[in-house]
């Protein structure tokens, strides 16, 4: 099974994918549901290695665990699905 670092990695440099096509949902645990945020809304920090990083309304960054990440779709078909829920 792919990793979603790798899948991540693959929809940011592979030239014959776009990357507007796919949204992740991930886990919040305050709201205990899952969230969507579109690819195209990640902001890829060199210096985290173990999260994705999407601004919040206020404008501040929000760090979110690659565990946290539980589906990612490409327009509504699933394209990945996290085998086991933490």
Known sequence: MQTIIDLVNE???NPNLSPGEYTLGYYDRVAKEIRWI????IE???T???ALVVREESGYP?????HRFREVRKGEVVVWKRDKED
């Not at 579109?38 to 809304?41: A, H, S, T, Y």
Request: charged letters at 40%.
């Open 38 to 41: 579109r690819f195209l809304d």
């Open 48 to 50: 985290d290695k173990f």
């Open 11 to 13: 929809i940011r440099w």
């Open 44 to 46: 890829f920090d060199s």
């Open 62 to 66: 929000k760090h979110i665990p690659f």
